[in-house]
């Protein structure tokens, strides 16, 4: 079994933590505010009484001043579960050793899942290409990672990319707002992937994406006669690099603007992880910015 | 265009290495798996088209800058021969004219001289493995002469200086027909043609078409120079014509000649001296030294351009024979026709035996006889003169004429003679012994003049003088009288359509007087029907320069006069060596009409016409024994040898260098099939076959001198050409006058538009004039290399722009 926590990465990062930004719902108390109201320390607000609340709510000593029925809600503080959904379509294949996108893709998995269950939190990985591959449900257990690695291990690409429906499919399953992590070099219809997204955006998800890129697509850096081999597809092309490497660029540079654009616009946080930089800092350096951000 | 490294042309195969390394470079490529390659599509998708046309338009310019190198390292250069070649080398081919007006003195040097000069400049201006041929060209021919040796250019130097004039007239057209078959044969990839010439307009007049259409065909292939040897306009006096005043030159006397002499030029001449002098090759060669009191010479003050004077001086004739006047004018620009010599028949005196068919009756008045104005005519001095007169002409009554009396005579005229008795006749008919003789005496070389009259039948003399003898130059018709009492009169600018002896009647104002002569009776003739000949062409041309005498037995008679009414008076005809000169009319009135009371024929014993026609009649039937004697420049000589027939002859040229001849061919005659069998005989007896020798080499003006060599000494070389010359036969050669007659030359834009293209001029001896720097002109290389610069550059920006690299 490979080791995917890498030290280094998760030395850096757990002093951060992963902190939910939304209202998240969990089954126990725990560091992340919950939807829900209740008799819990921190005081909300008061509303009308309705028949069926609980009674033992309601505020007596409004209902002296204002011989009202009242009940008071205070905010409740719960754990969250986190879901990490892993691309391992084939093109998270391409690029050797510490830039494998995939490699790197699981070495983010583990650490995000370490941190999260170190946190007392819970962690649920989902891991698909055309279709759902692995899924292990949530759980805060530390064993949990050990499971979490172990099935990263096994994780071998089979199909090509087909992310927006499995979003989908996934937004209508979990029903409790929690975060999820998706990863992946997201080559497939942005629109797709978009709407996926803001499905999961729709339940009341908090969703970060990690877009894995090699720095071999972002830069396109070949030169001379090479021939394409399509990884998700059976057909290649036979061009010049140089000659078309501005035109790729913009090709790149719009769809990252389309993509980056449309998880702005749904409240989604794009983080760009370069497979040629390295981890622990790219990392980082998003839990350090989401730490400053206000919770929603 | 053509190529100086042609062989370069080859690495234009490098045209395809782009094409080669595009394939090759497509063929070796690495493979890279690849994940987006929606990105990756989504680029070839857009820039495809646009890449393919830069990769297609790089490709093109890379194979535009390996072929334009190729270009560039083939050395282009204008108007030479595509293919094979040796570099540089050109095949130069040079033609000379050798007309006389190349040695016209032009500055401090003569044309010639100038044109040996620049010649000699080209060669040595030529680049390594160059190859020089010479022509020369002038009037009807051309000379390839060398060097034998193509590529030995000193040779060709050597040749060029040695380049002597002619006295032909310039035409280019067969120097550069001969340049053009040169040329084909050459084999380097440049060729050159360079005509040396004074650039007259006649050289291009003659066979104009011709000249121009080989040019235009030989500029295709050849860089066509015309090298200008004469700038100056020149003064040029000539000597048209030595005219005896007397019919026929006598020795011991001092004759007077006509000399015409004509300025050429468009300027004025002043004190043109011309002398005349007398067989003055033989004196030297007899050690005499020339009398100047012998030279008999005058000055004309002055002549105004393109005008003739004739001026009159006397040479002595010491000896019966052949002799040679020299006539010269003592100088000017052209020297080729300063010096003009003729050969002339000097004789004692001219026998003629006239043969009166009508003489005057015992007791009649002698005017009664038809011959009796002809004898006065044939004598028109004193009594006392009629011994040494030039003439000696005896009358002969036809009843006792014999074939004796034609012994000595050198022509016979025939009055009125009647060839048949026929009833009521005056007179009687001439005996069959003498007209049997007549054959014979003509044939021989004598001449026979007939004059018409009542006597004369048509019948008879179609019968016997034509049929049987074949003397007569028509056949008669009966006469034709004027239909009114008007006569018919002479046409005197008829004469210019005869023999050359009597065109001065036509072209002389003195003899104007002849369309007066009034003619009321004449003898109609079969005149042969004049068949249209086509235009000449070049092999016609050719044979004009080999015609042989046998082309003369086939010549039809000749008409020397008409009447104005179209009908021949006098006609003429060559028999062998002799000729017949048949005079349709009598030479008196032979009486009157009795109802018109005009003449019954003509009044011309009445008028001094007589006198002139008799006088160049026989002039002219004399001088057809020496007009071989005198040809033209350039014109073949067919000299009939008298004797010696066995001979191998020799011709001692002016510089006495010596031509053979060979031994004299034999002519065989044509005889009519009709002919009877007896007179065939008889002719044959005589031997009338003629032997004659030709030369076609008579390029030179002066006296040449036919000599037979001993038997036994063929096989000799001659060395002693002084004896030959005093042994040989003079034969006079004239400078070609046409050469002379319009000296101006063309402009360079008269020969461009003559020519229908523009040669390369040049002036002999301008120092600026360099045809090495030429050469280097024709040559596009330097712009090869700047197009190929431009090519580079755009190459190397366009793909930077594109950016791309090899």
Redesign the interface.
């Known amino acids: 079994m490979a080791n995917y926590l890498h030290p280094e990465v998760i030395a850096k990062a757990q002093a951060l933590g992963v902190k939910a930004r939304t209202l998240v719902e969990g089954l126990r108390v725990g560091d992340h505010k919950s939807p829900y109201r209740g008799f819990s320390v921190e005081f909300v607000q008061h509303r009308e009484y309705v028949p069926g609340d609980d009674i033992r709510h309601i505020d007596w000593k409004g209902y002296g001043r204002s011989e009202r029925y009242t009940i008071k809600q205070y905010e409740q503080e719960t754990n969250f579960t986190a879901h990490l959904i892993l691309d391992a379509s084939?093109?998270?294949?391409?690029g050797e050793g510490d830039t494998n996108?995939l490699e790197f893709a699981k070495v983010l998995t583990s650490a995000m899942a370490y941190l999260i269950i170190h946190q007392r939190d819970s962690v649920a990985l989902n891991v698909f290409d055309s279709d759902w591959r692995e899924r292990l449900p949530a759980s805060g257990q530390m064993g949990h990672v050990q499971t979490i690695l172990e099935t990263l291990s096994g994780v071998n690409p089979r199909d090509k990319n087909a992310m927006g429906p499995l979003l989908h499919d996934i937004a209508n399953q979990v029903r409790r707002r929690g975060l999820f992590f998706l990863i992946s070099?997201c080559?497939d219809d942005v629109e797709s992937v978009l709407g996926g997204l803001q499905h999961l955006r729709f339940g009341g998800h908090e969703v970060v994406v990690f877009h894995v890129l090699?720095p071999d697509?972002v830069d396109f850096p070949?030169n001379?006669?090479?021939?394409?081999?399509?990884?998700?597809?059976k057909?290649?092309?036979?061009?010049?690099p140089?000659?078309?490497?501005?035109?790729?660029m913009?090709?790149?540079k719009k769809?990252l603007e389309e993509f980056q654009q449309g998880c702005e616009r749904n409240g989604i946080d794009y983080v760009m992880m370069n497979t040629g930089k390295l981890l622990g800092e790219t990392l980082t350096a998003y839990l350090a910015q989401r730490l400053r951000t206000k919770v929603r | 265009m053509g190529f100086l490294t042609p062989f370069m042309l080859w690495g234009a195969l490098a045209a395809g290495s782009p094409v080669a390394i595009h394939l090759f470079?497509?063929s070796?490529?690495?493979?890279?798996?690849?994940?987006?390659?929606?990105?990756?599509?989504?680029?070839?998708e857009?820039?495809s088209r646009r890449?393919k046309f830069q990769e297609l338009l790089l490709l093109l310019l890379r194979i535009a800058v390996l072929l334009m190198l190729a270009l560039a390292f083939a050395r282009p250069i204008s108007s030479v021969l595509k293919g094979a070649g040796r570099g540089e080398a050109v095949d130069a081919v040079f033609v000379f004219d050798l007309s006389y007006s190349m040695g016209a003195n032009d500055g401090a040097k003569s044309r010639m001289e100038r044109a040996q000069e620049e010649a000699v400049k080209i060669i040595d201006e030529l680049p390594p493995h160059s190859t020089v041929q010479i022509i020369t060209c002038a009037g009807k021919t051309q000379n390839l002469i060398g060097p034998r040796s193509p590529g030995n250019l000193d040779q060709a130097k050597q040749l060029v200086k040695d380049i002597e004039l002619t006295h032909l007239a310039t035409n280019l057209s067969t120097g550069v027909g001969e340049a053009q078959k040169v040329l084909e044969r050459g084999q380097a990839s440049n060729r050159e043609l360079y005509v040396f010439s004074d650039m007259q307009g006649q050289g291009f007049d003659q066979e104009a078409d011709k000249l121009k259409a080989t040019l235009l065909q030989v500029k295709e292939r050849t860089l066509v120079h015309m090298v200008r040897c004469g700038t100056r306009t020149l003064k040029n006096a000539t000597i048209e014509s030595i005219v005896p005043q007397a019919g026929v030159p006598r020795p011991g006397e001092r004759v007077d000649f006509a000399i015409v002499v004509r300025n050429t030029g468009s300027e004025a001449m002043n004190n043109i001296r011309i002398s005349l002098t007398v067989d003055e090759d033989e004196k030297k060669l007899k050690g005499a030294k020339a009398d100047e009191k012998e030279i008999e010479s005058t000055i004309i003050p002055k002549l105004a351009g393109g005008v003739s004077q004739a001026v009159t001086l006397s040479a002595k004739l010491t000896k019966p024979g052949l002799s040679v006047l020299t006539a010269r004018i003592d100088h000017d620009d052209v020297p080729g026709d300063n010096r003009v010599d003729q050969v002339i028949l000097v004789r004692d005196q001219v026998n003629i035996l006239v043969v009166d068919g009508s003489p005057s009756q015992p007791g009649e008045d002698a005017e009664k006889a038809s011959s009796f104005a002809l004898m006065h005519a044939l004598m028109p001095v004193k009594d006392t003169d009629r011994s040494t007169y030039k003439y000696n002409p005896r009358s002969r009554p036809s009843s006792i004429v014999s074939a004796a009396d034609l012994k000595d005579a050198d022509i016979c005229i025939l009055v009125n003679c009647a060839l048949k008795p026929k009833s009521r006749m005056r007179g009687t008919a001439l005996k069959t012994d003498f007209i049997e003789a007549l054959d014979p005496f003509v044939r021989e070389g004598h001449g026979l003049i007939i004059f018409s009259g009542d006597n004369v039948q048509p019948v008879d003399y179609n019968e016997i003088l034509d049929k049987k003898y074949g003397l007569l130059p028509a056949r008669l018709k009966p006469t034709i009288k004027p239909p009114d009492v008007v006569p018919f009169f002479i046409n005197r600018d008829t004469f210019a359509k005869g023999p050359a002896s009597y065109w001065r009647f036509s072209e002389d104002k003195y003899f104007e007087s002849f369309d007066a002569v009034p003619v009321w009776q004449l003898f109609d003739m079969d005149e042969p029907v004049a068949v249209k000949k086509p235009a000449k062409t070049e092999k016609e041309d050719d044979a004009a320069v080999k015609k042989t005498p046998a082309d003369d037995q086939t010549n039809p008679m000749q008409v020397i006069v008409r009447l104005n009414n179209g009908k021949p008076l006098a006609v003429t005809k060559r028999a062998d060596k002799g000729e017949v000169v048949f005079f349709a009319t009598a030479t008196q009135p032979e009486g009157a009409d009795p109802k018109t009371r005009s003449p019954n024929w003509t009044i011309l014993n009445k008028l001094p016409h007589l006198v002139y026609f008799l006088d160049v009649t026989l002039a002219h039937l004399m001088k057809g024994q020496t007009q071989t004697y005198n040809v033209m420049a350039g014109d073949a000589l067919n000299w009939y040898a008298a004797d010696k027939l066995d001979h191998t002859y020799e011709m001692v040229h002016p510089d006495h260098s010596v031509t053979r001849l060979g031994v004299p061919v034999k002519i065989e005659r044509k005889d009519s099939d009709d002919l009877a069998e007896d007179v065939k005989k008889k002719r044959d007896a005589l031997k009338l076959d003629r032997y004659f020798l030709t030369a076609t080499d008579l390029n030179r003006a002066g006296v040449h001198r036919i000599t037979a060599l001993a038997p036994g000494t063929e096989g000799v070389e001659t060395t002693d050409s002084d004896l030959l010359v005093k042994k040989g036969i003079p034969i006079a050669v004239l400078p070609d006058p046409s050469e002379t007659e319009d000296l101006g030359t063309l402009s360079v834009k008269d020969i461009n538009k003559r020519l229908e293209f523009e040669p390369i001029h040049i002036v002999a001896g301008e120092e600026s004039v360099s045809t090495g720097e030429d050469r280097l002109n024709r040559e596009w290389t330097v712009w090869a290399l700047l197009v190929l610069l431009l090519l580079v550059l755009f190459e190397v920006a366009f793909a930077w722009w594109?950016?791309?690299a090899w």
Do not use: N
Not at chain 1, 224 to 233: S, W
Not at chain 1, 235 to 240: A, I, K, Q, S
Not at chain 2, 28 to 43: D, E, G, I, N, Q
């Open positions: 084939k093109s998270m294949l391409y996108k070099d080559f090699h697509e070949f001379g006669m090479v021939k394409f081999d399509a990884m998700e597809e057909m290649h092309l036979l061009t010049r140089q000659l078309i490497r501005p035109t790729y913009r090709a790149v769809y | 470079f497509r070796r490529y690495r493979t890279v798996p690849w994940a987006a390659m929606k990105f990756l599509l989504t680029s070839v857009q820039t890449l594109c950016g791309r």
